[in-house]
């Protein structure tokens, strides 16, 4: 046989309406054993995005009297501006911080404030502090007002939301002038526009509002808490990563591999070649009811066999 003409070719098929299937897995792995599992087995652990979902999880697991975990994950990292810009996210290791924050002191610190005993940068305390705080109004004459009235986090921001813009985004470079502002009012602390959410982010990245805590999971000083969902109720729990639990993995069916080897004398980088072969490819899915999809070529990293196609 000529095995210069072997080819191997993996087929990427992607439905046009988004569907998952969720897998209760009946394993006790710890989560991060859990997500790597999901992700090797299917696609990974499981979103929950509505109720829909989260009864669908329950059915699935029948009533068990136990936590099932799900992709949900505490973590510290992530601190994002109120009013969205800029795009990016800044983490601990960020050059924003004062010395020795973030410290998240007592586990709930997830708003962030300046204040007049440091230049260097901002400090996270607990969002339910009453506090003076900067809103920035792009329209005024001074775009950043300090608004002496003590607000909680989320009130300063409806409040600078409803009255200017909405919260200060802070620089570094602004920074210096905000806390010689501050200084002038006499005041030593205000909010500005940073916070983060501990729950928010999947283990498929995906961000959702939906939650259904049994209890207030927010209070955690480190990132070793995961979330479960309670199969008997529905509810959620925050425990440690560490415990062993079942899971539940979704398979992702928009997108399902076919690998297919092919035995032709001909090129397969002809291009010629290659649109007849997605034709014929497209053609039998259809003859057999698979419809809505297209298929393409999908450069590999050596641009040489095995190849692999892809479908949107
Ligand atoms: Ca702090």
Redesign the pocket.
């Given at each position: 046989m000529d095995t210069g003409s072997l080819f191997i070719l993996s087929v990427l098929i992607c439905f046009v309406h988004p569907e998952r299937k969720f897998v209760f897995v009946n394993k006790y792995l710890n989560w991060t054993s859990a997500q790597t599992y999901c992700r090797e087995s299917f696609t990974d652990l499981v979103t929950v995005q509505d109720e829909q979902e989260n009864q669908k999880l329950m059915e699935l697991a029948e009533d068990l009297n136990e936590c099932v975990w799900i992709g949900l994950r505490h973590t510290l990292h992530n601190w994002k501006w109120s009013k969205g810009v800029p795009s990016r996210s800044y983490d601990q290791n960020d050059d924003i911080w004062a010395d020795g924050?973030?410290?998240?002191?007592g586990g709930g610190?997830h708003c962030a404030g300046i204040s007049v005993t440091s230049l260097k940068g901002f400090?996270?305390?607990e969002c339910t502090t009453a506090l003076p705080f900067i809103c920035f109004d792009d329209k005024a004459v001074l775009k950043y007002i300090i608004v002496e009235e003590l607000e909680t986090w989320d009130d300063a921001q409806i409040y600078c939301r409803t009255t200017h813009d909405d919260l200060a985004t802070v620089t570094k470079e602004t920074l210096l002038l905000l806390v010689s502002q501050l200084m002038l009012t006499g005041q030593r602390e205000a909010w500005i526009g940073l916070y983060r959410d501990p729950w928010s982010s999947w283990s498929d990245s995906t961000s959702t509002s939906f939650n259904k805590w049994e209890t207030d999971p927010t209070i955690h000083p480190t990132d070793d808490s995961c979330g479960c969902l309670k199969a008997d109720t529905g509810l959620w729990q925050d425990i440690s990563c560490d415990t062993g639990n079942q899971f539940f993995c979704y398979q992702d069916l928009r997108q399902t591999v076919l690998k297919v080897k092919l035995q032709s004398a001909v090129d397969l980088n002809n291009m010629e070649m290659q649109q007849q072969i997605l034709e014929q490819i497209q053609d039998r899915l259809e003859a057999v009811g698979v419809t809505n999809i297209t298929v393409k070529w999908r450069a590999t990293a050596q641009n040489s066999n095995p190849e692999e196609l892809v479908t949107n």
């Open positions: 924050q973030p410290d998240n002191d610190e400090n996270d305390k």
